[in-house]
Structure formats: structure tokens, C-alpha cells
């Protein structure tokens, strides 16, 4: 399965330094200001350290638990999107991750949480639908639209929502060049608004496309930027699905020491992402099913 998770990353902009050249043929994004969080600011950097910390080593109940406490909608936003992650990751925790979203779409009180809330809604739908648990293809069709109609162009959740549209163009509707216009929008609006770990993503799923056309030195760039910032962020959960894209176009003895190391983190996480499961030979100290 492809490496398919992403949410915001508040948290993390501008801790590393992307490199991203948003490709020749995409569209400027806005430069708006990040997605507005409670104050003070001390607080607020300690708890989303925290919250980054426990998140990017596949902790997401722990995570979306700190902000349990705080009543806004942009808490409950960003809990829902914890664990909507963890569903994908993990194929568990549909129900909690449900109710979390309700709870963020009744909070939401202007468009733009809305459409973060659709947007979410759309993510969790798609999650549902690639990972074969339940058919919700028409739901996430219907949320991404929802969250697009709320969101303006300019809007800081704008390039993730096009990220996701490019999910679905790639990964249901089966439509590479509508997924690649939806990918270079969401690679430009990344890159515009500081999101490495977005830009993280949309390199990898560029990449892959590029590799689909059998374009290997674009792909192996690409997917090798996925996987230095996915390093330098720290985001462990993320870097062995990393490793695996940066094998399928590298060469031998390359491929195997990558899949090597892959393998090493699917196992330290405990199994995590369930969907590489069949990619690493098993091993004594292999979770059950792997």
C-alpha cells in the first residue's frame, strides 16, 4: 500500500529546511499565516513539542489525550486528526477517531473549520475505503468537495486538501494525471506555507507517479528528499515507509540495505504501519501477522 497518512504539521514548520522547488508548472500558493492556536505561546510550544514528540513515534491516542483539556476547535480539530492518522497507520480506532470528528464538526464555528472538519471527514473516509475496512469512496469524494467549497484558495488547510484530492485521484478514481495536478498544488501551497512534513508527502507521491512512468532519476530525487526530511524531522513512524519508496527505485545492493533498515523500524514501532506487513520476510521479531 502506498504511504498515505498525512495531517497537519503546526508543530513542525520551519524546524528543518525543505529544499523544495515547488515543480515549474504548479500554481503559486498564498503565504496566510499558520492555522491560529490558544495562547500564550510558551504553553502552547510546549504542549505541541509534546504532542509532535508522541505523535511521530506512533503514540496518537497519548498525543490527542494532551489536548483533551482544551475546549477550542482547533484543539478538537487537531485531536481528531491524531487519530484519524492512527486509523491509517494502524487499521484500528475507527470508532474514537469518529467520535473526535463529530465532536470537532460541532465545534467548528466559521468556514474555515468547517472545512478542516470536512477535510478530516474526507481523510477518514478515504482511510476506511483504501485500507478495504468499508467502501466509503462517495463519502470522501463528498467531504473533500465540501471542505474545497469552504476553504479559500488561500487558505492555510488549502494544500493539504489538495493533497488528499490527490489521494483519491490516485489511490480510487485510478487517475494519475488529475492526481499529479492535485499533488504540484499541494507541493507548491507546502512549500509556500513552510509545511515540511506535507512537502514530505507530496515528494513521496510525486515520486511515485514519476516512477509509475518509469522516470527513475526523478523518482529516486524525490523520494530521497521524502525520506531526508522525514529524518530530520524525526518523524520515525513515517521513515519506513519511506525507506521501502526509496528501495522499489534504487538498485541492488542499495534496495536491500534500505528494505534492511526499513524493517528494523517496522519492528521497533511494533508492527507499525500494519499495511508494510508483507513487505519485510518474517523474523522471530515479527509482531503476530507480519
Known amino acids: 500500500m502506498a504511504d ?12 528543518t529546511t525543505s529544499g523544495a522547488k515547488p515543480p515549474a508548472s504548479a500554481p503559486k500558493a498564498s503565504t496566510a499565516s499558520a492555522t491560529p492556536v490558544p495562547e500564550p505561546a ?20 497519548d498525543a490527542a489525550a494532551l489536548l483533551t483539556s482544551d475546549p477550542s476547535p482547533a484543539a478538537a480539530l487537531q485531536r481528531a486528526s ?20 463529530r465532536t470537532a464538526e460541532a465545534l467548528a464555528q466559521n468556514d474555515e473549520e468547517r472545512g478542516a472538519a470536512a477535510c478530516e471527514r474526507g481523510h477518514l473516509a478515504y482511510a476506511s475505503t ?23 484558495p488561500s487558505a492555510p488547510g488549502r494544500p493539504l486538501l489538495d ?19 492535485a499533488y504540484r498544488r499541494a507541493h507548491a501551497g507546502a512549500a509556500a506555507h513552510d509545511d515540511p512534513l506535507l512537502l514530505s508527502f507530496t515528494w513521496r507521491h510525486l515520486a511515485g507517479l514519476a516512477l509509475r512512468e518509469g522516470e527513475l532519476a526523478e523518482a529516486r530525487h524525490g523520494f530521497a528528499e521524502s525520506l531526508r526530511i522525514r529524518e530530520e524531522l524525526g518523524y520515525l513512524v513515517g521513515t519506513a515507509p519511506a525507506l521501502v519508496a526509496l528501495a522499489e527505485a534504487e538498485p541492488e545492493p542499495t ?3 534500505l528494505m534492511t533498515e526499513a524493517a528494523r523500524l517496522y519492528r521497533l514501532l511494533g508492527g507499525v504501519p500494519t499495511w508494510l506487513a508483507g513487505r519485510f520476510p518474517s523474523s522471530p521479531t515479527s509482531p503476530a501477522g507480519a
Do not use: N, Y
Open 4 to 15: 498515505t497518512a498525512v495531517s497537519g504539521s503546526d508543530s513542525v514548520s520551519g524546524s
Open 42 to 61: 510558551l504553553k502552547r510550544s510546549a504542549l505541541q513539542t509534546a504532542v509532535w514528540r508522541l505523535r511521530s513515534r506512533g503514540c496518537w491516542t
Open 82 to 101: 491524531l487519530l484519524v492518522e492512527r486509523c491509517l497507520f494502524t487499521e484500528q480506532g475507527w470508532p474514537e477517531a469518529e467520535d473526535a470528528l
Open 130 to 152: 483504501v485500507l478495504a475496512v468499508r467502501d466509503r469512496a462517495d463519502e470522501a469524494r463528498a467531504a473533500l468537495g465540501r471542505a474545497a467549497a469552504l476553504l479559500h
Open 163 to 181: 493533497f488528499r484530492r490527490g489521494l483519491i485521484a490516485e489511490h480510487i478514481a485510478d487517475s494519475p494525471q488529475a492526481a499529479l495536478a
Open 255 to 257: 534496495a536491500s540495505r
